[in-house]
């Protein structure tokens, strides 16, 4: 959640590391700070501030930094509210060793008293501060040898940077359940949480696996096990490009990424394809049911994605959110396909539930936008979206990817099992590569959008409304909705309605109703109908002309006509992006960086 950012080279320090602090600020957003070796006085110098990370900015700017090796964090609290003792670094006793963590230590608090018996005196309340200690404690001539035994020490799930004034040409980097790259350039080097901080520098990194430490020097990267053996690491190299992981232009990534989609869903579509031998194709005829497992918007891709695994390739399937998946005890073995779906790969609760289920003998597929993340390594098949990095919190772009990923998977699996014929398989391809344009007639509306948004944003509640494909993005409305502007919303399959929600009803809820034209259109029709009969303000998604409906509706907000109504949720979904961003810019919120919220969420 937390985001780390390190750097050894001939460049200054101080500006590489807040560039790339600036393209972590997704992962937390409360406090940030850096350390970097100052080469004159030798010494480590501190720099943190609470806030943002433009606030770090301006305190440090003008100041004299000049040191060529450092690191730095963006802080999402756990252990202590945001404050600037809490803020990273953290520095051991005589200041020789300073620490950047992302993660948690879960026996820090046996681990403080201990140190604090020896003569150790804290200055923050956070779990992160024990290991400065730990390393000055247990220094002995070696820093690689002193945080191999440090990590003995600690527990839980974590991603450390160490620099030290007693080796000052190193940074050490260790990870053990938090996601860290190793950057590789010429005659400088980088660690960093994610693949987007360091793009700028290198094309070319290394992901280190659990357990694992890199010590970085300017010229050289060398990769240990837990036990200080040597392992050799082959390095990859992303195509994402800089322009990718910035606004260009628009206001926010949120409207940036909404408005990316066309062209992510043409990669996707175009990624899948030449992705056809994928071994799972093989795998699937062997399985004999499924188990999706996600969290948040990936978890609304996976309930779509049930129907259409269902249907094309006729193997019962079951969602479950990760976060409980894993602490039931759900049957599965190797006929058991698990499917994890996660933007990041990092998502502990999806990561570990794969983990276990793979200890069980189920076979995972993981369907993942971050290349070499966590998930897709751990995995036995991997099928990736083709989004580059998604920089807004609200997840959009990566969603119809998604979707679109688990549309192609079911119908290429339902070939593969005998249940569609190639003939049928080109048939829904034909009326898939339509989607990019569908979806580009979709953000014409944009305005329209926003001016229903204007119409809303006072009010306290929403309501989402859909049926079959579409019920999941009633949930996914409400979620975008709620992240981003915090007004109460919930998402509802309509023919719920009568058993609960109806009662909140008033002629001040309006209430989002995705009703296409498909084979629930009456159905919903009737639902719709019991809004309006109890004065809910409606506010209609569709593509139907009629008339009926248009008296039912408040507001309508066109969606254009599919061929095949399983492309539906996919063209419904991008309104509903849409009037969540509009109305969360109307109320003047942070559409990008939402309170509370983190990027990729990697505590359990
Ligand atoms: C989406 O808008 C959210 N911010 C969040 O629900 C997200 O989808 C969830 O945390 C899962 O992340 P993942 O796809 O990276 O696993």
Same mark, same amino acid.
């Given at each position: 959640?937390?985001?780390?950012?390190?750097?050894?080279?001939?460049?200054?320090?101080?500006?590489?590391?807040?560039?790339?602090?600036?393209?972590?600020?997704?992962?937390?957003?409360?406090?940030?700070?850096?350390?970097?070796?100052?080469?004159?006085?030798?010494?480590?110098?501190?720099?943190?501030?609470?806030?943002?990370?433009?606030?770090?900015?301006?305190?440090?700017?003008?100041?004299?930094?000049?040191?060529?090796?450092?690191?730095?964090?963006?802080?999402?609290?756990?252990?202590?509210?945001?404050?600037?003792?809490?803020?990273?670094?953290?520095?051991?006793?005589?200041?020789?060793?300073?620490?950047?963590h992302?993660?948690?230590? /879960?026996?820090?608090?046996?681990?403080?008293?201990? @140190?604090?018996?020896?003569?150790? =005196?804290? *200055?923050?309340? %956070? !779990? #992160?501060?024990?290991?400065?200690?730990?390393?000055?404690?247990?220094y002995?001539?070696?820093?690689?040898?002193?945080?191999?035994?440090?990590?003995?020490?600690?527990?839980?799930?974590?991603?450390?940077g160490?620099?030290?004034?007693?080796?000052?040409?190193?940074?050490?980097?260790?990870?053990?359940?938090?996601?860290?790259?190793?950057?590789?350039?010429?005659?400088?080097?980088?660690?960093?949480?994610d693949?987007?901080?360091?793009?700028?520098?290198?094309?070319?990194?290394?992901?280190?696996?659990?357990?694992?430490?890199?010590?970085?020097?300017?010229?050289?990267?060398?990769?240990?096990?837990?036990?200080?053996?040597k392992?050799?690491?082959?390095?990859?190299?992303?195509?994402?490009?800089?322009?990718?992981? /910035?606004?260009?232009?628009?206001?926010?990534?949120? @409207?940036?990424?909404?408005?990316? =989609?066309? *062209?992510?869903? %043409? !990669? #996707?579509?175009?990624?899948?394809?030449?992705?056809?031998?994928?071994?799972?194709?093989?795998?699937?005829?062997?399985?004999?049911?499924?188990?999706?497992?996600?969290?948040?918007?990936?978890?609304?891709?996976?309930?779509?994605?049930?129907f259409?695994?269902?249907?094309?390739?006729?193997?019962?399937?079951?969602?479950?959110?990760?976060?409980?998946?894993?602490?039931?005890?759900?049957?599965?073995?190797?006929k058991?396909?698990?499917i994890?779906?996660?933007?990041?790969?990092?998502?502990?609760?999806?990561?570990?539930?794969?983990?276990?289920?793979?200890?069980?003998?189920?076979?995972?597929?993981?369907?993942?936008?971050?290349?070499?993340?966590?998930?897709?390594?751990?995995?036995?098949?991997?099928?990736?979206?083709?989004?580059?990095?998604?920089?807004?919190?609200?997840?959009?772009?990566?969603?119809?990817?998604?979707?679109?990923t688990?549309?192609?998977?079911?119908?290429?699996?339902?070939?593969?099992?005998g249940?569609?014929?190639q003939?049928?398989?080109?048939?829904?391809?034909?009326?898939?590569?339509?989607?990019?344009?569908?979806?580009?007639?979709?953000?014409k509306?944009?305005?329209?959008?926003?001016?229903?948004?204007?119409?809303?944003?006072?009010?306290?509640?929403?309501?989402?409304?859909?049926?079959?494909?579409?019920?999941?993005?009633?949930?996914?409305?409400?979620?975008?909705?709620?992240?981003?502007?915090?007004?109460?919303?919930?998402?509802?399959?309509?023919g719920?309605?009568?058993?609960?929600?109806?009662?909140?009803?008033?002629?001040?809820?309006?209430?989002?109703?995705?009703?296409?034209?498909?084979?629930?259109?009456?159905?919903?029709?009737?639902?719709?109908?019991?809004?309006k009969?109890?004065?809910?303000?409606?506010?209609?998604?569709?593509?139907?002309?009629?008339?009926?409906?248009?008296s039912?509706?408040?507001?309508?907000?066109?969606?254009?006509?599919?061929?095949?109504?399983?492309?539906?949720?996919?063209?419904?979904?991008?309104?509903?992006?849409?009037l969540a961003?509009?109305?969360?810019?109307?109320?003047?919120?942070?559409?990008?960086?939402?309170?509370?919220?983190?990027?990729?969420?990697?505590?359990?």
């Amino acid at each position: 959640m937390c985001g780390i950012v390190g750097y050894v080279g001939y460049r200054k320090a101080v500006p590489v590391l807040l560039h790339g602090l600036q393209r972590l600020e997704y992962r937390g957003y409360d406090s940030a700070g850096l350390a970097v070796l100052d080469e004159k006085s030798k010494k480590i110098i501190v720099e943190k501030q609470v806030g943002k990370i433009k606030d770090l900015q301006e305190y440090i700017w003008g100041k004299e930094i000049n040191g060529n090796i450092g690191i730095a964090h963006t802080r999402w609290a756990t252990h202590g509210p945001p404050s600037i003792e809490n803020a990273h670094p953290h520095t051991s006793k005589s200041e020789a060793f300073a620490v950047v963590h992302n993660g948690i230590i /879960e026996n820090y608090a046996k681990l403080k008293d201990e @140190l604090i018996k020896k003569g150790y =005196q804290f *200055k923050s309340q %956070t !779990d #992160t501060e024990v290991i400065a200690h730990l390393l000055e404690e247990y220094y002995e001539k070696d820093l690689l040898t002193t945080v191999l035994k440090v990590a003995k020490m600690i527990e839980g799930a974590y991603a450390i940077g160490v620099i030290s004034t007693v080796e000052p040409d190193k940074i050490v980097a260790l990870r053990k359940g938090s996601p860290l790259v190793v950057g590789i350039g010429e005659g400088e080097n980088f660690i960093a949480s994610d693949i987007p901080a360091i793009l700028e520098y290198t094309k070319t990194f290394i992901a280190l696996d659990d357990e694992e430490i890199a010590v970085i020097t300017k010229d050289k990267v060398e990769v240990y096990d837990i036990n200080g053996n040597k392992v050799e690491k082959k390095p990859f190299t992303v195509k994402w490009d800089l322009v990718a992981a /910035e606004k260009g232009g628009f206001k926010h990534f949120m @409207l940036k990424e909404i408005y990316e =989609q066309p *062209k992510t869903i %043409t !990669d #996707t579509i175009s990624g899948f394809f030449s992705d056809l031998n994928n071994p799972v194709y093989n795998e699937i005829k062997n399985i004999q049911n499924i188990v999706i497992i996600a969290c948040g918007t990936s978890y609304h891709a996976g309930l779509v994605g049930k129907f259409w695994i269902e249907k094309f390739v006729k193997i019962p399937t079951i969602v479950d959110y990760a976060s409980e998946f894993r602490y039931r005890d759900f049957p599965v073995n190797e006929k058991t396909l698990i499917i994890a779906i996660s933007q990041s790969g990092e998502t502990a609760d999806t990561r570990f539930s794969a983990i276990d289920a793979r200890k069980k003998s189920a076979k995972v597929l993981s369907i993942v936008n971050v290349v070499g993340s966590s998930l897709s390594r751990e995995s036995d098949f991997v099928i990736y979206t083709y989004c580059g990095p998604e920089i807004g919190v609200a997840a959009t772009k990566t969603f119809t990817a998604q979707l679109i990923t688990l549309l192609l998977f079911s119908l290429k699996a339902g070939l593969e099992r005998g249940n569609l014929t190639q003939e049928e398989f080109e048939k829904y391809y034909n009326d898939i590569i339509h989607l990019p344009h569908l979806v580009n007639e979709v953000l014409k509306q944009d305005k329209a959008i926003e001016e229903i948004s204007y119409k809303y944003h006072n009010v306290k509640d929403f309501l989402f409304l859909g049926r079959g494909l579409n019920y999941p993005i009633a949930f996914e409305g409400a979620l975008k909705l709620k992240e981003i502007s915090y007004i109460h919303a919930e998402g509802y399959p309509a023919g719920e309605m009568k058993h609960g929600p109806i009662a909140l009803i008033d002629e001040n809820l309006p209430v989002v109703c995705i009703v296409p034209k498909d084979s629930l259109y009456e159905k919903m029709i009737s639902n719709i109908q019991e809004v309006k009969a109890r004065k809910g303000i409606v506010i209609s998604v569709s593509d139907s002309q009629d008339s009926h409906l248009l008296s039912l509706s408040d507001n309508i907000i066109k969606i254009p006509s599919v061929e095949n109504e399983n492309l539906y949720p996919i063209v419904s979904v991008i309104p509903l992006q849409l009037l969540a961003y509009h109305i969360a810019t109307i109320l003047g919120k942070d559409v990008d960086q939402p309170r509370n919220l983190a990027k990729t969420v990697t505590v359990e």
